[in-house]
């Protein structure tokens, strides 16, 4: 079974489905400058409305990339904590129209 609404994926072929915020960090943390530069997080579909996209820095820390068509947001932060990178990205992933989940509804009594 592939993933419900997103996936993680490393250059170097690490993959994981609906990646947890411990998911993230692992994936972030095993980035390095030579041969696993980079990971992109996004909508296991066709044609994704958004992604996000972490990758090294050759002067130390990490690119952030934040896309989202839908929203018309487009991101570039750099950062050199793991951790906060991987619990702004749950956040900002939460925030995001997926496919399958329901849609939340508020309404007035």
Same mark, same amino acid.
């Given at each position: ?12 072929? $690490?993959?994981?489905?609906?990646? &947890?915020?411990?998911? %993230? ?9 030579? /041969?696993? #530069? ?8 066709? $044609?994704?409305?958004?992604?996000? &996209?972490?990758?090294? %820095? ?9 896309? /989202?068509? #839908? ?39």
């Amino acid at each position: 079974m592939g993933a419900r609404y997103y996936c993680g994926d490393s250059e170097n072929g $690490d993959h994981f489905d609906d990646p &947890s915020e411990d998911a %993230l960090f692992m994936l972030i943390d095993d980035l390095n400058d030579t /041969d696993n #530069t980079f990971v992109v997080i996004q909508p296991d579909e066709d $044609d994704p409305a958004w992604f996000a &996209s972490v990758a090294v %820095l050759d002067e130390g820390g990490y690119e952030v990339v934040r896309r /989202d068509t #839908t929203h018309r947001e487009h991101e570039v932060t750099t950062e050199t904590s793991i951790g906060r990178i991987a619990s702004n990205l749950t956040i900002w992933m939460a925030a995001r129209d997926l496919s399958g989940r329901p849609n939340r509804q508020i309404s007035e009594f």
